[in-house]
DNA sequence: CTTACTATG
DNA sequence: CATACTAAG
C-alpha cells in the first residue's frame, strides 16, 4: 500500500508550529505533496529538514509567497521543477517526482480571489497545465497530481453553492475546466471513493469559524490516471487536524 | 494631591490587550503623559476612549509610528500640538495641556539606535527641546514635560553603562544634554526623590528576558519646574505592569 | 482571520 | 523580542 497525501501548509513554518510533525508521525504517508510552503528552503524548521524523507521544494521568487514540495520515504528517480512557463514558475506552483512505479505532481494553482488580473492568470495557469497533465497522462506510468487546485468542481463540494456562483473558486469557466479535465482521462480519485456524498471539504475559510461549522469548500485533489483509482482503497479528509486553513487529503493507493 | 504618570504604551492597542484600562482603575492617576501610541486617533480601543478622562492626541502621520497623549480627569483650558518644527511635528512628539494650576507635556524624543541619520535628528529634537522647555519654565506656572527622553542620564541609571558607553541613549553628548537641562532650572524629580538608589530603571529590552533580570535602562522622565520638585511627595515606577517595555513613571505632587 | 514581509524601536 | 504595516490568501 502506497499512502500519499496533499496539504496545503498556509507556511511550512506556521505549519509546524501547529503539529505537522506530529501529523507526520502518526499519519505516516509514503509520499506527501505539499502546497503553500511560503518560505525559501533555508526557512524550512530543521526538524522538518530532519525528517526520514527524501524532501524537494520549489520554491517562489518572491519571498513568503507559494511554493511547492513533495516528502517522500522512498528516494525519487528524477524530480523536476516547473511546468515550462516563466511566470508560474517563479512563483512555485508545480513539480514532480518520478518513482519506479507512478509519478507524482505537488500542484498549487493560482488564487483569483484578489482581482481580475490574478484571475486570468489562474485561467492562464489552467489552459497551460491541461495540454502538461495529459502529455503526462499518456506517459507509460500511473500519474497523479495532487494539490491545490483553488477550484470547488460541482454544487456538492462546497457548502453555499447558490452564494457562490459568481465566487472565484466556483465560477462556471472554473468548474467547467475541472469537468473538462475529468472527462479526458483524469480521475478525481476523493469523490469517486465518496459519490454523492456531501458536506466534504478540504478548506476553511479562517474568518467566521467556517471549520467548526463546516462551511468549507473542497478544492484539494488527487487527479490520477485512472489505473490509480482502481487502485485507491481509501480516501480520507483529515479535518481533525488543525495544521492550516486546509486539511490534509490523503488516499491509500493498492499498486499491487 | 495630583498624581501624574508618565507612560510609553508602544502600542496603545497592545497595551490595551496588556491591560491599560486595569492599571488606570487601579492607578487612578488624575493626568496620564502617554508616548508611542502607535496609531491614528480613530484607531484608539473603544474602551480607552470610553474612560473617564479627556483625552488629546497629537499622532504622526506616518500610520502605526510614534504619537503622543494627555488624558486627564480635569478639563485643560488649552491643549497644544507640537513644537514648531515641521518634521518633529509630523512625528507627533510634543503634546502640551494647561490647567488651571499647571502646564503639562507629553514628550517621546527619537531613538537614535536606528542608525546615524537617525541619530542626527534625536539631537536636533533635543537642540529644539531645550529652549521650548525653558521658555514654558519662564512661564507663571509650575510645568512637567513627562515622557520618554530616550536618554539615560547617569551611570546609576542603567544596568551597564561601560558596556554602553558608546550606544546611542547614553552618548556623552546625550548624557551633558540632561545635565545641561538640569543645570538650567529643571528637576528630575524621581531622581531627587531616590538619590543614591540603584537599580531604578523605566526600560527593559523586549530581548533576553531583561525585565526578570531588571537589565533596564531609566530613560523616562518627569522634568519639572523647582516648585514641582517640592510638591512631590511619592514617586514611583509602576514596573508589576507589563503594559509595553516601558512601566509608568507616576509621581504624586501636592500643590496645596 | 491568518501567514508571511518590512520598518521601527 | 515586540508592535505596528502591507500583501496575499
Not at 64 to 75: A, F, K, M, P
Not at 86 to 96: N, T
Not at 124 to 148: I, N, S
Amino acid at each position: 500500500m502506497l499512502k500519499i497525501s496533499s496539504l496545503n501548509l498556509n507556511g511550512i513554518r506556521a505549519a509546524h508550529r501547529r503539529g505537522f510533525k506530529d501529523w507526520i508521525a502518526q499519519s505516516n504517508p509514503d509520499i506527501i505533496c505539499l502546497q503553500e510552503l511560503r518560505a525559501m528552503e533555508h526557512q524550512v524548521p530543521g526538524p522538518i529538514q530532519s525528517l526520514n524523507y527524501h524532501a524537494f521544494y520549489h520554491t517562489a521568487e518572491k519571498k513568503g509567497y507559494s511554493g511547492v514540495g513533495i516528502l517522500s520515504r522512498e528516494e525519487p528517480i528524477s524530480v523536476q521543477d516547473g511546468i515550462g512557463v516563466d511566470w508560474i514558475d517563479q512563483e512555485g506552483r508545480v513539480i514532480m517526482a518520478e518513482y519506479t512505479d507512478l509519478t507524482v505532481f505537488s500542484i498549487y494553482a493560482p488564487s483569483g480571489t484578489t482581482g481580475d488580473a490574478r484571475q486570468e492568470l489562474k485561467m492562464e495557469f489552467l489552459d497551460v497545465f491541461l495540454p502538461f497533465a495529459h502529455q503526462h497522462l499518456e506517459g507509460d506510468k500511473p500519474v497523479v497530481f495532487c494539490g491545490d487546485f483553488n477550484i470547488c468542481h460541482r454544487p456538492i463540494d462546497i457548502h453555499n453553492p447558490k452564494r457562490n456562483k459568481n465566487t472565484s473558486g466556483f465560477l462556471p469557466e472554473e468548474r467547467k475546466w475541472v469537468s473538462l479535465l475529468l472527462d479526458t482521462g483524469f480521475e478525481d480519485v476523493y469523490r469517486r471513493l465518496h459519490e454523492g456524498e456531501p458536506d466534504l471539504y478540504s478548506w476553511w475559510s479562517y474568518r467566521a469559524a467556517s471549520k467548526e461549522r463546516n462551511k468549507g469548500w473542497r478544492i484539494d485533489y488527487h487527479m490520477t490516471s485512472p489505473e490509480l483509482l482502481d487502485a485507491a482503497e481509501e480516501a480520507v479528509i483529515e479535518k481533525d487536524w488543525d495544521l492550516s486553513d486546509h486539511a490534509p487529503v490523503t488516499i491509500s493507493y493498492n499498486l499491487g
